[in-house]
């Protein structure tokens, strides 16, 4: 068996036409140099254990030298002989180099299905802002010192920006553990660095939300929102539009999407309820409706004929977040509150009004996974109506009360 080196390697011809010969090393048993018809010359380790056959092939010649073959040979022949595969070794070298921004892609790939469009761009701006220049960092070598001194620079212009960067990084590295593996199928990731936040008790106290309006503030308010047509002069319909949307959510309690993408399909005239079908828990949502909302959908069922209840500025497409009109609102009466705020002032005045745990849990479509008995309860519309009125008719009381 002949010693590899650089003049016996240029010197083997071309293997015959669909065939491929093989020169062995007697310094490395196990390495040879395999040449194919093409005259293409490459190194190839073979090892033989408990009856079965590996070979691999670990580069090309001259790119590779000898003493580079030998070197790598050696380190797979021993991998082979201790039991451990060299093409599993080499996706643990990889799993070791992962990135965070990698882990993210397929965090979102495998989650994809499960998760809403604007979730996911939530994700990735978040990132973008927060964590981008971590997107080529391998996850192995973000510390926890790392993320704790990461945490208090984001705090120190956005503490709740801070705790939400934290719980999807969180969520990335548990990911990462549950999902990658080694050879003998245990955890490739052991540890989540975000845990530091919580043995050093430093993640941001997150305060009550402030954008629950006090029912004193319900007729000023209002007031403001009846007279968004004339705040808003350039496109007035719109501003109608966006008057009955806010005007419906806090009588409704719907998330902004839910109620924006209403469509006439949603809306039963003749039973007075709406379902809908696509919602943040994937369970329809069906609710009764008071005399109070009829009129409003009524009213604007005769003025479209837009798929949409609350139509955009083009009749076939449903109305935008309305944060301009919103500002106006908030300077106009001087009052601060949100989209979201308006369905929490409705949750707070079901609580208010002692609404049992049933009627508020179906009136927001609340989920508890916790609660099993949410599996076998079929909700029954009709014992919304009296709470949905009771709220309904508490509203209405606090606009026209102050107006006197």
Same mark, same amino acid.
């Given at each position: 068996?002949?010693?590899?080196?650089?003049?016996? @390697?240029?010197?083997?011809?071309?293997? =015959?036409? +669909?065939?491929?010969?093989?020169?062995?090393?007697?310094?490395?048993?196990?390495?040879?140099?395999?040449?194919? &018809?093409? +005259?293409?010359?490459?190194?190839?380790?073979?090892?033989?254990?408990? +009856?079965?056959?590996?070979?691999?092939?670990?580069?090309?010649?001259?790119?590779?030298?000898?003493?580079?073959?030998?070197?790598?040979?050696?380190?797979?022949? =021993?991998?082979?002989?201790?039991? @451990?595969?060299?093409?599993?070794?080499?996706?643990?070298?990889?799993?070791?180099?992962?990135?965070?921004?990698?882990?993210?892609?397929?965090?979102?790939?495998?989650?994809?299905?499960?998760?809403?469009?604007?979730?996911?761009?939530?994700?990735?701006?978040?990132?973008?802002?927060?964590?981008?220049?971590?997107?080529?960092?391998?996850?192995?070598?973000?510390?926890?010192?790392?993320?704790?001194?990461?945490?208090?620079?984001?705090?120190?212009?956005?503490?709740?920006?801070?705790?939400?960067?934290?719980?999807?990084?969180?969520?990335?590295?548990?990911?990462?553990?549950?999902?990658?593996?080694?050879?003998?199928?245990?955890?490739?990731?052991?540890?989540?660095?975000?845990?530091?936040?919580?043995?050093?008790?430093?993640?941001?106290?997150?305060?009550?939300?402030?954008?629950?309006?006090?029912?004193?503030?319900?007729?000023?308010?209002?007031?403001?929102?009846? &007279?968004?047509?004339?705040?808003?002069?350039?496109?007035?319909?719109?501003?109608?539009?966006?008057?009955?949307? /806010?005007?419906?959510?806090?009588?409704?309690?719907?998330?902004?999407?839910?109620?924006?993408?209403?469509?006439?399909?949603?809306?039963?005239?003749?039973?007075?309820?709406?379902?809908?079908? @696509?919602?943040?828990?994937?369970?329809?949502?069906?609710?009764?409706?008071?005399?109070?909302?009829?009129?409003?959908?009524?009213?604007?069922?005769?003025?479209?004929? =837009?798929?949409?209840?609350?139509?955009?500025?083009?009749?076939?497409?449903?109305?935008?977040?309305?944060?301009?009109?919103?500002?106006?609102?908030?300077?106009?009466?001087?009052?601060?509150?949100?989209?979201?705020?308006?369905?929490?002032?409705?949750?707070?005045?079901?609580?208010?009004?002692?609404?049992?745990?049933?009627? /508020?849990?179906?009136?927001?479509?609340?989920?508890?996974?916790? &609660?099993?008995?949410?599996?076998?309860?079929?909700?029954?519309?009709?014992?919304?109506?009296?709470?949905?009125?009771?709220?309904?008719?508490?509203?209405?009381?606090?606009?026209?009360?102050?107006?006197?």
């Amino acid at each position: 068996m002949p010693n590899l080196n650089i003049k016996l @390697i240029n010197s083997l011809p071309n293997a =015959s036409k +669909g065939k491929r010969d093989v020169c062995h090393d007697d310094k490395v048993k196990g390495l040879s140099i395999r040449v194919t &018809d093409k +005259g293409v010359k490459s190194f190839i380790v073979r090892k033989k254990k408990d +009856g079965k056959d590996t070979l691999s092939t670990i580069g090309r010649y001259p790119e590779m030298t000898i003493e580079q073959a030998r070197q790598k040979a050696q380190v797979l022949l =021993s991998l082979l002989s201790a039991g @451990i595969s060299p093409k599993h070794k080499e996706q643990e070298v990889a799993l070791k180099r992962i990135t965070l921004g990698e882990v993210l892609s397929d965090y979102i790939r495998t989650r994809g299905t499960n998760l809403k469009e604007n979730t996911i761009k939530g994700y990735l701006s978040v990132f973008n802002q927060y964590l981008g220049d971590w997107s080529t960092k391998p996850i192995s070598e973000i510390t926890r010192n790392m993320v704790e001194e990461r945490h208090r620079e984001i705090t120190a212009t956005s503490p709740s920006r801070a705790n939400t960067t934290m719980r999807h990084l969180r969520a990335y590295f548990n990911y990462a553990m549950g999902e990658y593996e080694d050879s003998n199928g245990a955890p490739f990731f052991a540890h989540n660095p975000v845990t530091r936040l919580s043995h050093v008790k430093c993640w941001n106290r997150e305060g009550t939300k402030k954008d629950v309006m006090k029912t004193y503030d319900l007729q000023k308010w209002h007031q403001a929102v009846q &007279d968004l047509p004339n705040l808003n002069t350039k496109t007035p319909n719109q501003s109608e539009t966006v008057r009955d949307l /806010l005007i419906f959510i806090l009588f409704t309690g719907l998330r902004r999407r839910e109620a924006t993408s209403l469509e006439w399909d949603n809306i039963d005239f003749k039973d007075k309820s709406l379902t809908i079908h @696509i919602t943040k828990n994937y369970e329809s949502h069906t609710l009764p409706l008071t005399s109070f909302l009829m009129d409003i959908l009524n009213r604007r069922k005769s003025q479209t004929n =837009s798929l949409f209840v609350f139509e955009g500025v083009s009749s076939d497409k449903p109305i935008n977040d309305p944060k301009k009109q919103v500002t106006k609102v908030r300077e106009s009466c001087g009052i601060y509150f949100t989209i979201h705020g308006l369905r929490r002032t409705f949750a707070t005045a079901a609580d208010r009004l002692d609404m049992s745990q049933y009627a /508020l849990k179906r009136l927001l479509n609340h989920k508890d996974a916790r &609660d099993v008995t949410n599996r076998y309860v079929v909700t029954d519309v009709e014992r919304l109506r009296e709470p949905m009125q009771r709220i309904t008719d508490h509203f209405l009381e606090h606009i026209q009360q102050e107006k006197v």
